[in-house]
């Protein structure tokens, strides 16, 4: 089975073009074996390219517990690349179907390959039944809940997918940035208030137009981007009240750049996307 590793600032998955192959018959249990790091191929999950009736092409998205997403921001700028790079479609614009429906994305090319996307990621998804979440309000802004032993503070978002934005204190951004994201992800991805598990990000915020943030992804554990998230901080960030509607976003893989726009209220996403190397994964 051929395969390629792309990722989207270090966010990485393994790619199957399933426009001209077939589609694996197991792909969740799939997602688990080419995702361990010691073991597989190492990433933070598998992403099918398949064919669409109403878009270029269509995304299927498996984290690394095998359990199936909706959406993933940084995947998406790479299945973009791949479909224009590898002649599925080699048009500037193209449209993706995905768990949130069809997005447009158009593509910076430089020398005949996509550097760059920049991605129509619709409407934020603010009514907390919807998200979903317990938490009160639509949408829950600066709400309290407590994961483990520690209470937090959150505003939840969806982009497609469920995320909670935390800003901690300064004392969480020392030395060591990651402790709070591996100690409490995995308790907030799992706390009672989310009944889909969610994405948690913790959020320092510089100025009025650029945050540093740090990510637990819901079924892939620390990463290090996540574009969906990213996004969800850009609103978060205007319902709160910490930032402006145009957002630089400094995550551990580089930065992306956010905006939410106020004429179609859509979140648009610009970053990179890279591919690493193309390979065979035994079937058998």
């Known amino acids: 089975m051929r395969f390629t590793k792309m990722h989207g600032l270090g966010n990485d998955y393994v790619y199957l073009d399933c426009v001209r192959n077939a589609v694996p018959a197991d792909p969740a249990a799939l997602a688990v074996a080419v995702s361990d790091r010691h073991f597989g191929i190492g990433s933070d999950g598998l992403i099918l390219i398949c064919k669409s009736e109403v878009a270029d092409a269509r995304m299927r998205m498996f984290n690394a ?3 199936e997403s909706e959406m993933c921001g940084n995947g998406l700028r790479c299945v973009a690349k791949f479909v224009h790079d590898h002649g599925i479609a080699a048009k500037q614009k193209l449209t993706i179907e995905t768990g949130r429906g069809v997005l447009t994305v158009e593509l910076e090319i430089v020398a005949g390959k996509a550097e760059r996307v920049r991605v129509n990621m619709g409407e934020p998804i603010l009514e907390s039944a919807k998200i979903p979440t317990t938490l009160p309000g639509d949408p829950p802004v600066n709400v309290s809940f407590t994961a483990g032993s520690k209470a937090f503070v959150g505003t939840c978002v969806s982009m497609g997918n469920p995320h909670v934005v ?4 300064d004392t969480y951004f020392g ?3 990651r402790d709070l994201v591996a100690e409490f992800g995995p308790l907030v991805e799992n706390a009672p208030e989310f009944p889909r598990r969610i994405n948690a990000h913790f959020v320092k915020v510089h100025s009025p137009g650029e945050v540093t943030m740090r990510t637990w992804e819901r079924g892939s554990g620390i ?3 996540c574009g969906t998230g990213a ?7 205007v319902l709160t009240g910490r930032t402006g509607r145009k957002l630089l ?3 551990p893989g580089g930065d992306l750049e956010l905006e939410w726009n106020q004429a179609d209220n859509c979140v648009y996403m610009t970053g990179p996307a890279t591919e690493v190397f193309s390979g065979e ?3 058998s």
């Open 65 to 67: 517990d095998g359990s």
């Open 281 to 283: 994964w035994p079937t």
């Open 249 to 251: 976003a400094h995550l």
């Open 166 to 169: 935390i800003y901690p204190d």
């Open 175 to 177: 030395v060591q940035p």
């Open 231 to 237: 996004c969800a901080v850009c609103v978060a960030g």
């Open 223 to 225: 990463t290090l981007a």
